[in-house]
């Protein structure tokens, strides 16, 4: 049973370019949430998305967007890339409607920005 | 609002000692609580959780957890450190609703032989 997937695994941007990270949540779950963590940090909640919308939203700004398809997967997308965007992006999915709390995460995107 | 502070940034064990990593966390609920584990360039792996069942919580490796209202502490133990579990651990505290993670800083584990 495959876990969460996420591709691409490493990717280097220019300043002011865009980008989009997509992640493939496990067999069976639903909801989909990504984080951002920064060097030498925990990561941060960006946003949260079931039935193919944004459901909750932490202190990111507009430039930071998503979309959840019909098949659960998701995307995220960063307009106008700053050089603090570099991070790890972290996708993290649990099924919604059943008493298993715990979220399961990808091994992340490494975003560079340069 | 909820948060979690992770007393340590490094911890420091030798190989076949005891670990112990330290979280206190607020909440304006009971809260559920986590312990991740992050290896090096990999993702966030659940070694336990709390929802309200028993306050001694169990965990994969080895690793166990209490839960303590009173001090508003989940600690993290185990018995004896092994080389492997050298990694980040985080302590993570949920969301009413459990929409939402809200995530210690980290803390560093260093195992040596």
């Known amino acids: 049973d495959a876990g969460v997937t996420q591709s691409p695994t490493h990717l280097i941007k220019t300043r002011g370019q865009q980008v989009t990270l997509r992640c493939s949540p496990k067999?069976?779950?639903?909801?989909v949430s990504w984080y951002q963590q920064a060097l030498g940090q925990g990561p941060q909640f960006i946003f949260q998305?079931?039935?193919?919308?944004?459901?909750q939203r932490g202190n990111f700004p507009d430039r930071f967007s998503g979309h959840q398809f019909p098949n659960y997967s998701s995307e995220l997308n960063v307009n106008a890339l700053l050089l603090g965007d570099s991070a790890l992006y972290l996708c993290?999915?649990?099924?919604?409607?059943?008493?298993?709390?715990?979220?399961?995460f990808g091994s992340g995107t490494r975003l560079t920005v340069v | 609002a909820q948060s979690v502070t992770q007393l340590d940034s490094h911890v420091s064990v030798s190989e076949g000692t005891p670990v112990l990593l330290r979280c206190n966390y607020s909440?304006?609920?009971?809260?559920?609580l986590f312990w991740y584990v992050q290896h090096p360039n990999k993702g966030l792996q659940l070694l336990l959780k709390?929802?309200?069942?028993?306050?001694l919580v169990k965990g994969i490796n080895g690793f166990e957890a209490e839960f303590k209202k009173s001090e508003t502490s989940f600690h993290l133990t185990k018995p004896s450190a092994h080389m492997s579990d050298a990694a980040e651990y985080f302590c993570?505290?949920?969301?009413?609703?459990?929409?939402?993670?809200?995530f210690g800083k980290g803390t560093m584990l260093l195992v040596s032989p």
């Open positions: 709390y929802t309200s069942a028993a306050t």
């Open positions: 909440s304006s609920y009971s809260p559920s």
């Open positions: 067999s069976g779950h639903d909801t």
């Open positions: 993570v505290v949920t969301s009413r609703g459990y929409s939402t993670l809200t």
């Open positions: 993290a999915s649990r099924p919604r409607r059943r008493g298993d709390y715990g979220y399961t």
């Open positions: 998305y079931y039935e193919e919308e944004e459901r």
